[in-house]
């Protein structure tokens, strides 16, 4: 009544399989605000193949209860993860609202949102989300080592050197984390350049000892032991230096002889380090994932006007092709700011005149096959079984083509291409499908292909690539950026579509980050730095401690 608001905001997250709310945790109160800039973060686990729902409830705090329900109720927003990580700057702004009911804090049930301090219809400002990936030491090292005067091991040669590197333990033991390769015959070598993620090499820790074994490599396995030399992180960042020449001793040597001075000295000729890019740096940053699907219309599908049709459009549940092109795409939206999706066909007969064709719009706009949404996309889908006649053969290679050459137009790194193919039997241009796919291996795409059916589908394995990567003429794919599914492993004999479409979308979106990453790396792209952070609010009452939870008083 006297005075602004006193604000919390309460997270919670959605469990996949019952679909309840659970608290994840609250941030500090903050006095007499209606422009609250919240300090405390929440850390949670993404995954870009997931659907995480979350939901921000925000309170007005009367009193030290640590029941929810004593408090004046605000305002709500839900919205995904992946909503989040894929808005400008990994910054999103939602409106606060209070519907007809608001969910009761404890139950997760709905209750009248006015028994919660709340006015339904009203709407109660706004609230804004960004979210950061926590670095956890991406440096990766880069050096070169060379060796001089090395102890003679073998009879009839030299040595055939090389060095194995080890990181120490809390409690005091190695685990080894390089091994260089073998130089053979020569007391002098210069070992190639080496690259190792610096976690793995100190655990981040910059002081903590790496020690350096010498070896002289023997046929049998049983390497000579040459001497060894300690070091760090720190000393190692110094670069070429006096600092980083290292004598090499040998302790079992150096306690029987006197005159022992070492075995010889390892010298470090170059370091550089530089930080790994991930795929959050690059969405980040601004690049976009463009999503383009691809149905087939083949004969073998059925006649969509009966329930026998895995184009049967029933009025009860989607088909088997739009429960796999929703489960993927309602995901995959997020990462495109237009929300404009081009939708293909392939294997139909076109009106008026009948002709076949393997890459046609579903809207009928041969000049802009794209769709407004996943919902654009469904409807675009059902008019098109309306309107064409289902035929042949299965052609991939078309479609991948069309897609190929809208990822060639734009190489920056800005945009990434990411084409849904869903199928239902034997693919009929195999030779010219690989082609397609060896070529847009070097270009910033990536390809799902569901099949659906009971239809062998030895030839998507194939494709596919993780066995053995994919070629055509002689030529292998520069990357495996093929990824394939078969829709009958995720069905749900209960019923429950909207657990086995989550299995779905997770499996076939999981590689869809690293090979991001591997094009960008492959074309030397680094990540574009994110637009600027707004203007900071203006400053504000001093926070105060929230309410304990009596089941979170760990958060």
Same mark, same amino acid.
């Given at each position: !009544? ?18 309840? /709310? ?59 993860? @992946?909503?989040?990580?894929?808005? %400008? ?9 209070? +519907? $007809? ?9 709905? !209750? ?58 809390? #409690? +005091? ?17 210069? /070992? ?12 981040? =820790?910059? *002081? ?8 002289? /490599? #023997? ?61 959050? *740096?690059?969405?980040?940053? +601004? ?27 029933? %009025? ?5 092709? $739009? ?29 008026? =005149? @009948? ?24 409807? &675009? ?11 042949? %053969? ?9 897609? &190929? ?19 239902? @039997? ?26 659906? @059916? ?9 494709? #596919? ?23 009958? #492993? ?11 479409? $989550? ?6 979106? &999981? ?18 730095? %994110? ?25």
């Amino acid at each position: !009544m006297f005075s602004k608001s006193d604000p919390l905001c309460v997270m919670y997250t959605q469990g996949m399989e019952n679909k309840q /709310w659970r608290e994840f945790g609250r941030t500090e109160v903050i006095d007499n605000t209606l422009n609250p800039d919240f300090v405390r973060k929440f850390i949670v686990d993404y995954f870009f193949e997931e659907k995480q729902n979350l939901r921000f409830d925000l309170y007005d705090v009367d009193s030290k209860s640590p029941d929810l329900s004593k408090h004046d109720f605000l305002g709500q927003a839900f919205c995904t993860l @992946g909503e989040i990580v894929g808005s %400008p700057g990994s910054r999103l702004e939602k409106p606060l609202t209070i +519907g $007809a009911f608001s969910l009761n804090s404890r139950t997760g049930k709905p !209750m009248p949102a006015v028994a919660n301090g709340g006015v339904p219809g009203k709407k109660c400002g706004t609230i804004i989300l960004s979210a950061e990936e926590l670095s956890n030491c991406r440096d990766v090292a880069t050096m070169q080592f060379c060796a001089n005067k090395l102890d003679k091991k073998d009879f009839f040669g030299k040595s055939d050197p090389f060095l194995v590197f080890y990181r120490s333990n809390e #409690d +005091g033991t190695f685990t080894i984390c390089h091994k260089t390769e073998v130089m053979k015959n020569t007391l002098n070598p210069v /070992w190639q350049t080496f690259s190792i993620p610096v976690r793995a090499l100190c655990n981040g =820790d910059y *002081d903590r000892t790496i020690k350096v074994e010498v070896y002289d /490599w #023997d046929r049998d396995g049983s390497h000579d032991f040459i001497g060894e030399f300690t070091t760090s992180y720190r000393e190692l960042a110094r670069g070429q230096s006096q600092f980083n020449i290292y004598e090499v001793v040998n302790p079992k040597k150096k306690m029987k002889k006197k005159k022992y001075v070492n075995s010889g000295t390892v010298t470090l000729l170059s370091f550089a380090v530089e930080s790994e890019c991930t795929f959050l *740096d690059y969405i980040k940053g +601004g690049t976009q994932i463009n999503f383009t699907v691809a149905i087939d219309f083949t004969a073998s599908n059925g006649n969509p006007s009966q329930s026998t049709s895995l184009h049967y459009m029933s %009025p009860y549940q989607l088909n088997a092709y $739009a429960l796999a092109l929703t489960a993927v795409g309602e995901i995959i939206q997020h990462y495109d700011s237009d929300k404009m999706f081009p939708a293909l066909g392939f294997g139909a007969k076109l009106p008026p =005149d @009948g002709r076949v064709s393997h890459e046609f719009p579903l809207n009928g706009n041969q000049e802009n096959p794209s769709c407004c949404g996943i919902d654009g996309i469904l409807e &675009a889908y059902h008019h098109s079984l309306r309107t064409v006649q289902l035929y042949g %053969p299965t052609n991939f290679a078309p479609v991948v083509t069309h897609v &190929a050459r809208t990822a060639a137009a734009v190489q920056d790194g800005s945009q990434y291409s990411v084409l849904l193919i869903i199928t239902d @039997g034997v693919i009929s241009d195999m030779a010219q499908t690989k082609e397609a796919i060896v070529n847009a291996a070097k270009l910033p795409m990536s390809i799902i292909i569901i099949g659906v @059916g009971q239809a062998e589908f030895d030839a998507m394995v194939e494709l #596919d690539g993780d066995d053995v990567r994919i070629s055509s003429r002689g030529k292998l794919a520069e990357r495996d950026i093929v990824q394939f599914v078969p829709f009958r #492993d995720y069905v749900d004999r209960t019923g429950n579509h909207v657990l086995s479409m $989550a299995r779905l979308a997770r499996d076939v979106l &999981a590689e869809i980050p690293d090979q991001l990453v591997s094009y960008m790396k492959s074309q030397g792209i680094r990540p574009r730095p %994110p637009p600027a952070a707004p203007e900071p609010s203006p400053p504000q009452s001093p926070a105060r401690t929230p309410p304990a939870s009596p089941l979170h008083t760990h958060i």
